[in-house]
C-alpha cells in the first residue's frame, strides 16, 4: 500500500497515525476557539438588525458561553501532538522553535491574555462598558488567537525549509514568502469555521432537546449553515492556491498514490458537508440525521488535511531521521501503560459525565431562557 | 553525532534564569492545584457531615480560584516549559522527550480527566448531590495527583537515573533513587500551597464575620500539618542525591547553599507560624499575613527548583546529557573535530569581531557556554575570568572540570579553547579593534596536553566516588 504514511516503515506509520489522530483532536476543539473569536468579533462589528442583532443570537451566546472551556480543552489536547511531533521531527521541531525566538515564547503569555478575555467576554461584567471598548475586547481576543495561528504556520513551514535555516538565523526573517504563509494560514482559518458550525450546530441541538422544542425551532441554523459553506468553499479555494505555491516535486507527492486518497478524503468530506447544510436548510431543522452527515464529512477532511499537512511535511524534511527517530523511540518502553491508563481515564471521564447528566438537563447558564447578554 | 541547534542570545539575561522562571511559576501553580484538590476534598467533606457551616462558600469561593489560576496559567505554563526548555537546551529537552515520551503521553490522559473533572464540578455542583460533588472532587484530586506522580518520575530521572544507566528500562529510569522522597516531598508542599492559598480566599469570601474566619482558616491549615514530615522527607532526598550534588547543597556552591538556605528558612517561617499561630493558639489570620506567607512560600518553591536544578550540574541530565547540551560520549570526538565544525550558524550577536579567531571563540562560547553564562550579564565568563591572565585562562578552561568541578569538560580542540580565550580577552579589554592575534603551536601543544590530562569524564563523578565511562 502506498498511501501516506502506511508506506512508510512500521514506526514511522505508527508514530505518525498517532500524531495525526491527537492533532484532529486538538484540531475539533482549536477550531471552536479561532473561528468562534473571529465569528464574534464579525457580529459586534457587522451587528445587524437592532430586533435581532447577530452578538444576542444563539450561536454568540453559546459561543460565549463555551469558549474558555474548549480552549482548555484545546490547550489540553494540544499537549499530545506536541509531545509527539518533538518524537518524529525532533531536529526540524526544534530548529524552527529556535529560530522563531522570543515570537515563539510570546504564543504563551498572548494564549494567557486570550484566556483571561474570554472570561471577561463571558461575564456580564461587560455589559455596562462603551460599545467600542467591547468591539475592541472581542478584536483583541481573535487577534490573540490569530497571533497563535501564524507562529504555528511559520513554524511548520520553517521546519520543512532547513536549507534557509542559517540565513533566517542571521537576519531573523522567519516568513520566506508571505503569499505561501497567508494562503496557508487562510486555508486553515477558513477550515476552523465548517468544524465551529458543527460543534455550535450540536449545541443548539442539545438544549432544543432539553427545552422540549421541535428541531425546526432552534435558531441559528442560517448562520451556521452559511458559515460553514462559506468555511468550506474557502478552505477549498486557498487549498488550490496553496497547491500552486508548492514544487512540481510536492505537488506530485499530495496529488499521486501517497496522498491521492487523502485528497479524495477531503474533498468527499467537503461535498458531504455541503449537502448536509443544505438539506437542513432546506428542511429549515438540525435534524440528527443531516447533523450525523454533516460531522462525519467534517471528521474525514479534517482526518485527510492531516495526513496531507504530514505528507507535505515529510517530503520536504530528512526522511531517514525521521525514520531513525521513529525506530528509537519505538524501543522505549511504556506504551501498554499509555494504553491501559488512556482506557482506564476516558472510562473516568464518562463517569464524570454521567455524573453531572442529571444537572445538564437544568442547565440553566446556556438556555435561550437566559437574561440577555450583552452586545459582543 | 548529536544535533547542532541554533543558540538564541537573550541579551544580559542568562538563558537558564528564563527557564528558572517560567519553571518556578509552573510548579508553583501546578502544586497549588495538587494540593487544591485536596483540600476541595476536605472541605466539601466538612460541609456534607455539617462539621463547617461555612465550608460549602469556601468550595464555592476557592474552586473559583483554582480554576482562573489553574486551569488557566498552570495549564499553559505547563506547555510554556516546554517551549522555554527547548530554547534553553533542546538537547535536554529531546532525551527527556525521547525517553519517557509514553510517561509523558499517560500523564496527558490524567491531565484531560483532571480537566474534565474539574470542569464537570465547577458548572454543575450547584446542581448536584454532596456525594457526586465529592466524587467529582475526588477524582479531580486523584488525576492531579497521578499528573504529579508521572512528571516527577521524569524530573527526578534528570538527577538521578540510577540503573537506567545500565539497564535502560523505563521502569528503572521512572523508580529512580530520588522518585519516593522527592514525591512525598512535593505532596506535602502541594498541601501546604492549598492551605495557604486557602487562608487568602477565606479573607476574600464577603460578609464573613471574624469567627467564621477563623474556623475556615484553622481547617484550612490543618493541611500544613505534614509539614512535619519535611525534614524528614528532605533529609532522605539529600541522602538519596548523588553524593557530588549533595556536596553542591551543603556548602559547596555558595549560590547553591544560599537558595537551599532560603527555602529552608522559608519553610520552617511558614511551618512555625502555621504550628504556633494557627493550630495551638488557632488564631485569625488576615488576608494581609496569609499573602506574606504565600510569598515566603513562593520563595521557598523557588530556592527549591533552584536547588534541583542546580544540583544536577555539572549534568542537566545526569551522565546523559552536559548542562551545555553536549553529550558525554560526544566529548573525545568534538576534541578531535571541534564543538563547531557542523555549526552552520553565523555569529550575529558580535559584528565588531576583529579577527577570524575572535569570531571562532564567540561561536565556541555560544556551543559550550551560553546555556548557564553570558558573557557581560548574568553569570558573565568576562567578570568570572577578569582576574586571569591568557595562560592561566587556558590551563583554567581546559581543565574546566577540576576548575570548578561543577563545570563540563571542555569539548573542543585546543585551537578552540584558544580562540575562546582570546574572545574573552576582547571582550574583556572592551573589544578593541584591530585585535591581534598570532597562532603559537607551543601554546597550542600546551593546551593539548592539559586536556588530555583532565580527561573527557566529568571530574564530579570521581568526588561521588563513581565510576562511570560513556
Redesign the interface.
Do not use: H, K
Given at each position: 500500500m502506498s498511501v501516506f504514511p502506511f508506506a512508510q516503515p512500521p514506526t514511522v506509520s505508527f508514530y505518525l497515525i498517532v500524531y495525526v489522530l491527537t492533532l484532529v483532536l486538538h484540531a475539533i476543539f482549536m477550531t471552536y476557539v479561532l473561528a468562534g473569536s473571529l465569528y464574534l468579533a464579525w457580529a459586534a462589528v457587522f451587528r445587524g438588525s437592532e430586533e435581532t442583532p447577530r452578538a444576542r443570537s444563539a450561536v454568540a451566546k453559546i459561543l460565549r458561553e463555551w469558549m474558555p472551556?474548549a480552549l482548555?480543552?484545546a490547550?489540553?489536547?494540544?499537549?499530545?501532538p506536541?509531545?509527539?511531533v518533538?518524537?518524529i521531527y525532533?531536529?526540524e521541531f526544534?530548529?524552527s522553535?529556535?529560530?522563531l525566538?522570543?515570537r515563539?515564547?510570546m504564543?504563551?503569555p498572548v494564549?494567557?491574555v486570550g484566556?483571561?478575555l474570554l472570561?471577561v467576554v463571558k461575564s456580564r461584567l461587560i455589559s455596562n462598558w462603551p460599545l467600542p471598548v467591547r468591539i475592541a475586547l472581542v478584536t483583541v481576543i481573535s487577534a490573540c488567537f490569530l497571533f497563535v495561528a501564524f507562529c504555528w504556520t511559520t513554524n511548520h513551514l520553517l521546519g520543512i525549509q532547513s536549507a534557509r535555516?542559517?540565513q533566517v538565523?542571521?537576519s531573523g526573517q522567519v516568513v520566506a514568502s508571505l503569499g505561501a504563509l497567508t494562503i496557508r494560514l487562510a486555508m486553515w482559518v477558513a477550515g476552523a469555521f465548517p468544524c465551529m458550525s458543527i460543534f455550535v450546530a450540536w449545541q443548539l441541538r442539545y438544549y432544543s432537546d432539553r427545552d422540549g422544542r421541535p428541531a425546526s425551532q432552534v435558531g441559528g441554523l442560517r448562520a451556521l449553515s452559511m458559515v460553514a459553506s462559506v468555511g468550506i468553499l474557502l478552505t477549498l479555494a486557498c487549498a488550490g492556491g496553496y497547491l500552486a505555491t508548492l514544487t512540481a516535486d510536492t505537488r506530485s507527492a499530495l496529488l499521486g498514490s501517497q496522498g491521492g486518497p487523502w485528497m479524495m478524503a477531503v474533498a468527499l468530506g467537503s461535498v458531504v458537508q455541503l449537502n448536509g447544510w443544505w438539506l437542513m436548510r432546506k428542511n429549515g431543522q438540525l435534524s440528527t440525521s443531516s447533523l450525523s452527515l454533516v460531522t462525519g464529512g467534517c471528521l474525514l477532511m479534517l482526518t485527510g488535511a492531516g495526513f496531507l499537512r504530514e505528507l507535505l511535511r515529510f517530503v520536504q524534511v530528512d526522511a531517514s531521521g525521521v525514520a531513525r527517530n521513529a525506530k528509537?523511540?519505538a524501543s522505549?518502553?511504556?506504551?501498554w501503560?499509555?494504553v491501559l491508563?488512556?482506557v482506564?481515564?476516558?472510562g473516568?471521564?464518562a463517569?464524570?459525565?454521567r455524573?453531572?447528566r442529571?444537572?445538564?438537563r437544568?442547565?440553566a447558564?446556556t438556555s435561550d431562557q437566559q437574561t440577555e447578554s450583552p452586545t459582543v | 553525532m548529536s544535533s547542532v541547534f541554533p543558540v538564541n542570545d537573550y541579551g544580559p539575561l542568562m538563558p537558564g534564569l528564563v527557564m528558572a522562571g517560567v519553571a518556578i511559576l509552573h510548579v508553583f501553580l501546578a502544586q497549588f492545584a495538587v494540593g487544591g484538590g485536596f483540600l476541595l476534598c476536605y472541605f466539601q467533606w466538612l460541609a456534607m457531615t455539617g462539621r463547617n457551616e461555612y465550608a460549602r462558600r469556601f468550595v464555592e469561593g476557592f474552586f473559583k480560584i483554582l480554576l482562573m489560576i489553574s486551569f488557566v496559567m498552570g495549564a499553559l505554563t505547563g506547555v510554556g516549559i516546554w517551549f522555554t526548555s527547548i530554547q534553553i537546551s533542546a538537547a535536554t529537552i529531546g532525551e527527556m522527550v525521547f525517553n519517557f515520551h509514553w510517561i509523558w503521553a499517560t500523564e496527558w490522559t490524567f491531565f484531560c480527566l483532571e480537566i474534565v473533572a474539574g470542569y464537570c464540578f465547577y458548572r454543575y455542583h450547584q446542581r448536584l448531590s454532596d456525594r457526586t460533588s465529592l466524587t467529582l472532587l475526588v477524582l479531580y484530586t486523584f488525576a492531579a495527583w497521578m499528573s504529579l506522580f508521572w512528571i516527577n518520575g521524569i524530573l527526578s530521572w534528570q538527577l538521578t537515573p540510577g540503573d537506567w544507566v545500565q539497564s535502560r528500562e523505563l521502569i528503572d529510569g521512572f523508580f529512580n533513587p530520588s522518585f519516593w522522597p522527592s514525591l512525598f516531598f512535593r505532596t506535602v508542599v502541594c498541601l501546604t500551597l492549598a492551605s495557604l492559598v486557602g487562608c487568602v480566599v477565606v479573607n476574600l469570601i464577603p460578609d464573613l464575620d471574624r469567627d467564621a474566619q477563623r474556623s475556615l482558616i484553622n481547617r484550612a491549615a490543618h493541611l500544613m500539618l505534614p509539614m512535619l514530615l519535611m525534614p524528614a522527607l528532605g533529609a532522605w532526598f539529600l541522602w538519596a542525591m548523588p553524593a557530588d550534588s549533595r556536596s553542591w547543597v551543603l556548602g559547596g556552591s555558595p549560590a547553591m547553599m544560599m537558595f537551599f538556605m532560603i527555602s529552608v528558612g522559608a519553610s520552617v517561617a511558614i511551618g512555625g507560624y502555621a504550628l504556633l499561630g494557627l493550630w495551638l493558639q488557632r488564631l485569625y489570620i488576615n488576608g494581609a499575613t496569609a499573602t506574606l506567607l504565600l510569598l515566603l512560600a513562593f520563595g521557598a518553591t523557588a530556592g527549591g527548583e533552584f536547588v534541583r536544578e542546580g544540583s544536577r550540574k555539572p549534568y542537566s541530565i545526569r551522565y546523559v546529557v552536559y548542562s551545555s547540551g553536549i553529550i558525554p560520549e560526544e566529548v573525545g570526538r568534538l576534541r578531535e573535530i571541534g564543538s563547531v565544525t557542523n555549526d552552520p550558524y553565523p555569529v550575529t550577536n558580535e559584528p565588531d569581531c576583529p579577527n577570524p579567531t575572535v569570531l571562532l571563540g564567540a561561536k565556541v562560547f555560544r556551543r559550550q557556554c551560553a546555556v548557564c553564562h553570558t558573557m557581560e550579564g548574568t553569570n558573565g565568563v568576562a567578570h568570572l575570568t577578569q582576574t586571569w591572565d591568557l595562560s592561566q585562562m587556558r590551563l583554567n578552561i581546559a581543565k574546566l572540570q577540576q576548575t570548578k568541578p561543577y563545570m563540563p569538560p571542555f569539548s573542543g580542540t585546543p585551537q578552540e579553547l584558544d580562540a575562546l580565550v582570546h574572545y574573552i580577552r576582547w571582550v574583556l579589554d572592551d573589544r578593541p579593534s584591530p585585535f591581534d592575534y598570532q597562532r603559537d603551536d607551543a601554546v597550542l601543544a600546551q593546551i593539548q596536553i592539559w586536556l588530555d590530562e583532565a580527561g573527557t569524564e566529568a571530574s564530579s563523578l570521581a568526588l561521588a566516588g563513581e565510576e562511570w565511562s560513556p
Open positions: 472551556f482548555s480543552a490547550i489540553t489536547a494540544g499537549v499530545a506536541l509531545l509527539f518533538q518524537i525532533r531536529q526544534y530548529t522553535n529556535l529560530l525566538g522570543w515563539w515564547l504564543v504563551v494564549l494567557v484566556f483571561y472570561y535555516w542559517p538565523y542571521e528509537s523511540a522505549v518502553g511504556g506504551f501503560l499509555f491508563f488512556t482506564v481515564n476516558v473516568l471521564m463517569i464524570c459525565v455524573l453531572v442529571p444537572a445538564l437544568t442547565d447558564e | -
